[in-house]
């Protein structure tokens, strides 16, 4: 389990094709206290780390994956949001996120509203339903309050403390990001269809 708060900005240093796709990762944390086998949020995608080194570490991510996710955009110099999972007993500073990602969303607009950037979003239609104003999304890993919604299109406000230490600062029009919806949203949604009347 995550928060969706980034600790951490990763670097794309080799992507190989073998019978999945390995990626190396350049990070910042330290690699002594991450066991092989530990779960890292990568852009939102929960990966488990199968190799390390003194400031890197490898994850092998599989065709489903791929093709589910953004991550088939991946090259060499890729920067791409980290954090690693939850201890008992850590803060939870932005909301419950799983690491599964729902669907890839299309940038529509990336501008400035005051110091803040204004970025909207088109979610898969299959999603619209779960994005509620003032509910919680996680957009490549990083968890935010949405301001508006219209259709399965949705907006968020990046404050300059989230431009400088995510990836999300940098995004334009037609960029594509991961979209994990709230957990809330997804069982409330559930309940629903069951209580329907017959």
Known sequence: MFTGIVTDIGTVTAREARGDTRFRIRTTYDTASIAIGASIACSGVCLTVVQKGEDW???????????????????????????????????????????HVDGVGDVTMAKPEGDSLRIEIRAPDALAAFIAEKGSITVDGVSLTVNSVDGASFGVNLIPHTQQVTT???????????????????????????????
Request: proline share 1%; glycine share 12%; hydrophobic share 35%.
């Open 57 to 99: 570490f490898t994850v092998d991510v599989s065709a489903e994956t791929l093709s589910r996710t953004g991550l088939g955009n991946w090259r060499e110099g890729s920067r791409i949001n980290l954090e690693r999972s939850l201890r008992v007993g850590d803060e939870l500073g932005g909301h419950i996120v799983s690491g």
């Open 168 to 198: 999300l600062g940098n995004l334009k029009t037609g960029d594509r990001v991961n979209l994990e919806i709230d957990t809330l949203a997804r069982y409330v949604a559930r309940l629903q269809q069951w209580n329907k009347p017959a």
